[in-house]
C-alpha cells in the first residue's frame, strides 16, 4: 500500500475505504471485508451514523489499532474558535 507522509510525520495510507451512505447494519460487515482485502485507511463521519460499527470492525479484524488509519469529520457546531465542545 502506498502511503503519503503528512506534515506531522504521520505516514497515511493513500487509498482509503469509505462509508458514506453504507447503512448502519451492513457497515461492519463491509468494513471487516476491506480490512480481510488489505485496507489500512477507513473514512467515515458522525453525520455517516455509522462509526461505531467502524470501531466494532477494526476491534473484530485482529489488526493492532495502530495499523489502521481512520478519518473523520465533526459536525460543525461541534467545534469551536476555542477548540472541541460537547465531545
Given at each position: 500500500?502506498?502511503?503519503?507522509?503528512l506534515?506531522?510525520?504521520?505516514?497515511m495510507?493513500?487509498l482509503?475505504?469509505?462509508?458514506?451512505?453504507?447503512e448502519a447494519?451492513?457497515?461492519?460487515?463491509?468494513?471487516?471485508?476491506?480490512?480481510?482485502?488489505?485496507y489500512?485507511?477507513?473514512?467515515?463521519a458522525?453525520?455517516?451514523?455509522?462509526?461505531?460499527e467502524?470501531g466494532?470492525?477494526?476491534?473484530?479484524?485482529?489488526?493492532?489499532?495502530?495499523?489502521?488509519?481512520?478519518t473523520?469529520?465533526?459536525?460543525?457546531?461541534?467545534v469551536?474558535?476555542?477548540?472541541?465542545?460537547?465531545l
Amino acid at each position: 500500500m502506498q502511503m503519503v507522509t503528512l506534515n506531522n510525520g504521520v505516514k497515511m495510507p493513500i487509498l482509503g475505504y469509505g462509508v458514506y451512505q453504507i447503512e448502519a447494519k451492513e457497515c461492519q460487515r463491509c468494513v471487516e471485508e476491506a480490512l480481510e482485502v488489505g485496507y489500512r485507511h477507513i473514512d467515515t463521519a458522525a453525520s455517516y451514523g455509522n462509526e461505531r460499527e467502524v470501531g466494532a470492525a477494526i476491534r473484530a479484524s485482529g489488526l493492532k489499532r495502530e495499523e489502521v488509519f481512520v478519518t473523520s469529520k465533526l459536525w460543525v457546531n461541534d467545534v469551536s474558535e476555542e477548540g472541541q465542545k460537547g465531545l
